[in-house]
């Protein structure tokens, strides 16, 4: 059973610069769910995609975007990046969606730099 | 809304010693209730969970009870290794989006 992976590992880009991070789930899952933790902070929610459809969102403004694809896996996709966006973005991936409760597990994450 | 609160870090023990991180949260229903643990450099593991009152998760030596009484779900550990050091995240699932909301975490440094 492969687990969740995400790449790149690690990206530096400069304010107002675009990135795309990708997450690939775990096997049978069909449910990605993106986080973004700043440095000594929680993971705080931005998006959930079941089936290939967003299934949720935290309070990120909509220059934060996604897509998930027939194979369950998924990308976030940051436009006019800024200061703040730099953190360890982590991807979570489930079986079933809403009130399912199952558990998320998580990948390694991405850690994004803007200079 | 649905919250939880942990207890600040860094915890400092030495090898051995007793553990206890203290959560509570705030939430409509019954959410399960998670611990993940992040090693440094590295992203969440999940250490237990609990799906209903006074269910206890364990895991490698950890355990938590689901308290309904008392909105808690506190960590334990008889006694904590040096490999034990890392951060430790309490978190509930939001019953009907599934988000994970998580407290700020508490750093845990096991000295030999």
């Known amino acids: 059973e492969t687990g969740v992976t995400q790449s790149p590992t690690h990206l530096i880009k400069t304010r107002g610069q675009q990135v795309t991070l990708r997450c690939s789930s775990q096997?049978?899952?069909?449910?990605v769910s993106w986080y973004q933790q700043a440095l000594g902070q929680g993971p705080q929610f931005i998006f959930q995609y079941y089936r290939e459809e967003e299934n949720g969102r935290g309070n990120f403004p909509p220059r934060f975007s996604g897509l998930q694809f027939p194979n369950y896996s998924s990308e976030l996709n940051v436009n006019a990046l800024e200061l703040d966006d730099s953190a360890l973005y982590l991807c979570a991936s489930s079986l079933g969606s809403g009130a399912s409760q199952e558990t998320q597990y998580f990948g390694p994450g991405t850690r994004l730099l803007v200079l | 809304g649905n919250s939880v609160t942990q207890m600040e870090g860094p915890v400092t023990l030495s090898e051995e010693a007793f553990l206890t991180i203290n959560c509570t949260y705030t939430?409509?229903?019954?959410?399960?209730l998670f611990w993940y643990v992040q090693y440094p450099g590295e992203g969440l593991q999940l250490l237990l969970k609990a799906t209903k009152a006074d269910d206890k998760g364990s895991n490698k030596g950890f355990e938590a009870t689901y308290r309904k009484e008392t909105t808690s779900f506190h960590l334990e550990k008889g006694s904590v290794q040096v490999s034990d050091s890392a951060v430790y995240f309490c978190a509930l699932s939001d019953l009907s989006t599934d988000k994970l909301i998580f407290g700020t975490g508490t750093r845990l440094q096991v000295f030999p």
């Open positions: 096997s049978g899952h069909n449910t």
């Open positions: 939430a409509t229903g019954y959410p399960s």
